[in-house]
């Protein structure tokens, strides 16, 4: 099977890239949209490239790169009435919601802001701005492989 990647959302506040650094491997939690869950459920493989993403900062960008080591499994904390991501309708014997757990792998030198993205050849047409407000997303071999020259070349 091909390898895939992924861009997945966090905002710095909730969970940043020198945090991630440090744990070196964390599970992807709090995921409540549909097709999001869908990509984490079934489609996410270990070895699949992701980039971690800082949504609603300033800037919003791209910050670091890691890989999926974990595949899907049900997210624990829609079951934990005392979690932020809480799930009342969620049964543990049939879950909603699912996870992955992601290795660090590289921080970017400074985030890769959304805006200069878009001017990127090969970029324009990223399902980041085809469905912004969506957290877990496809991006494409040829995107990852123009993202990756892009980050080394902070370097």
């Excluded at 009435?81 to 543990?92: G, L, M, N, R, T």
């Excluded at 805006?115 to 399902?127: E, I, Q, R, T, Y």
Aim: charged residues 30%.
């Amino acid at each position: 099977m091909a390898k895939k990647y992924w861009l997945m959302k966090v905002e710095p506040e909730a969970y940043s890239v020198e945090r991630w650094k440090k744990e070196k491997v964390t599970y992807w939690d709090g995921v409540r949209n549909y097709m999001a869950r869908n990509f984490l459920r079934g489609e996410m493989k270990k070895g699949d490239g992701m980039l971690f993403y800082y949504s609603n900062a300033k800037p919003s960008g791209v910050a670091g790169v890691g890989e999926i080591v974990q595949e899907g499994y049900p997210d624990f904390t829609a079951f934990d009435p005392k979690d932020i991501h809480f799930d009342p309708k969620s049964d543990p014997q049939k879950p909603t919601w699912y996870m992955v757990d992601v290795k660090f792998k590289k921080a970017c030198k400074q985030v890769i802001p959304a805006d200069f993205l878009k001017k990127v050849p090969g970029l324009g047409n990223m399902a980041l701005f085809k469905y912004s407000r969506l957290s877990v997303q496809p991006v494409t071999g040829t995107e990852w492989a123009i993202l990756q020259r892009l980050i080394e070349s902070q370097r």
